[in-house]
């Protein structure tokens, strides 16, 4: 089966929730999949009820979640929107992302995969190839810091940036600005320079920390360690939104 061709049968897989008219998930207005199941662990998850895969989730089929997409065809055309798989992690499922995306493009339906880039390059690399758009967050650039903040290592996600490069995908990236974590000179440092390798970076954002998913930590009875840090001084990030893109970065403000 070529990377172009949607399985004859739809894949079934896990959904933990949908959105739609989602703003901040990729150009226009998006309908959002949020898959269940999430190999990183981030110390400033707003969704840690997504992690487990065998979680309370929505058995679904690929077909399935495109019948709910059509619905809002009309304005996600009239936006220049389209759908959104994220998560948890989208690649955590990479047969049914990769089958979705495929039959929301036989649909006409702009595709955009939100992701961490992790996992076996071998078996989520269809993936980047199907969407319109890849959607990378890079929690931290920092290979120190990043299993401390995030579980796993940033080699792997390296791996999946060195082929998006490679095969020259529409490519946006995020990452979360979070006090006393990632927003330290030398990390700040790392990433900069590792976004002036991207050729193909079409737009670059810095994201506020918030804690609206302090209360979904206690209801799983998870230590959440942030409950002290305050959300980022907007006259950083300003400064950060200029540093930045005074180097040649596209920077895009968030919000």
């Known amino acids: 089966m070529s990377v172009l061709e949607a399985a004859n049968e739809p894949v079934r897989g896990r959904v933990h929730s949908f959105e739609s008219g989602g703003m901040v998930d990729g ?3 998006r309908f959002v999949v949020f898959l269940q199941g999430c190999p990183l662990r981030c110390l400033f998850c707003h969704n840690p009820d997504t992690w487990a895969m065998n979680a309370a989730a929505m058995e679904m089929s690929s077909a399935e979640v495109i019948q709910k997409a ?3 065809k009309t304005w996600m055309d009239s936006s220049g929107g389209g759908l959104t798989i994220s998560g948890g992690e ?3 499922q990479p047969e049914f992302t990769r089958d979705i995306l495929l039959r ?3 649909e006409g339906i702009h595709t955009a995969l939100d992701t961490s880039g992790y996992g076996r390059l071998s078996v989520i690399s269809p993936c980047f190839d199907a969407a319109d758009l890849v959607m990378l967050d890079i929690k931290t650039a920092n290979p120190e810091l990043h299993k401390d903040l995030c579980g796993v290592n940033l080699s792997v996600i390296r791996q999946s940036l060195d082929y998006l490069i490679e095969t020259n995908r529409n490519l946006w990236v995020r990452h979360v600005i979070v006090p006393g974590l990632t927003d330290g000179a030398e990390d700040l440092e790392f990433l900069k320079q590792l976004l ?5 970076l079409q737009r670059f954002e810095f994201l506020p920390f918030h804690k ?3 209360a979904k930590w206690a209801e799983l009875g998870k230590r959440y360690t942030l409950k002290d840090t305050p959300a980022p001084d907007p006259e950083f990030i300003r400064k950060l939104n200029v540093d930045f893109e005074a180097a040649g970065i596209p920077v895009e403000i968030a919000g």
């Open 27 to 29: 150009p226009g207005l």
């Open 70 to 72: 059509r619905g809002y």
């Open 90 to 92: 989208s690649l955590a």
């Open 104 to 106: 929301a493009r036989d």
């Open 196 to 200: 002036l390798t991207i050729p193909n």
């Open 212 to 214: 609206m998913g302090e």
